[in-house]
């Protein structure tokens, strides 16, 4: 499925957004390879490719990613040593002094 030039002065217009006709060129290209990436990700969950595909980037088997890996992580005490925050935890709001 590609998405027109038209479909993008329709969306910028009900965003409220104006775009030069360079940018919406742009901005064509640029949501014609979301689609196809959502198109990939759309088959592979439908049941059936064996690669998948990064935007912009070439086509990658499973087999080529690295395995998850579990490692430790730092201890709250040592992550939250600088933070000003209250309870233990980051705070949007300033400590009192």
């Known amino acids: 499925m590609a998405i027109s030039k038209t479909e993008i002065e329709k969306l910028a217009k009900l965003a409220k957004l104006n775009f030069s006709d360079e940018e919406l060129e742009r901005f064509t290209a640029e949501f014609d390879e979301i689609i ?52 233990g935890f980051f705070s949007l709001e300033r400590s009192k002094k």
Do not use: H, W
């Open 36 to 87: 196809a990436f959502a198109d990939t990700i759309n088959q592979s969950i439908e049941g059936g490719t064996e690669q998948i595909r990064s935007v912009g980037a070439r086509m990658v088997s499973f087999d080529d990613l690295r395995p998850d890996e579990v490692a430790p992580s730092l201890p709250n005490e040592k992550i939250l040593s600088n933070v000003q925050g209250y309870n």
